[in-house]
């Protein structure tokens, strides 16, 4: 997946409705890949709709974010929240304020 995702940022400037290099497309489901993959007329030829791709790849993405098979480093929602809390003795002066 992650592969997919730099393949794309190559892809970013290109016009084509077609992708030019060979993909992994092991993180994909049958039914993306029956989305995504055309044979050509011509000699039968798989080839890759880029903007279709796209959409599965971010559509994956998000997926994989959602289950935390994917995480993006130093962000706050996978991060371990226990970094970020004060210790007791900067709590304590606070409390009484926090009560009221």
């Not at 992708?19 to 890949?33: G, K, P, S």
């Not at 994917?70 to 226990?82: H, I, L, P």
Request: charged share 30%.
């Amino acid at each position: 997946l992650i592969d997919a995702i730099e393949l794309i940022l190559t892809q970013e400037r290109s016009r084509s409705h077609w992708l030019d290099e060979a993909v992994d497309l092991a993180f994909t489901t049958q039914l993306w890949r029956k989305t995504i993959v055309h044979r050509t007329e011509v000699g039968g030829e798989e080839r890759i709709h880029r903007r279709l791709f796209e959409v599965c790849v971010f559509s994956s993405l998000a997926n994989e974010l959602k289950s935390g098979d994917v995480a993006v480093r130093g962000s706050e929602t996978y991060a371990d929240y226990r970094e970020q809390l004060l210790p007791w003795e900067q709590c304590e002066p606070l409390l009484e304020d926090y009560c009221k």
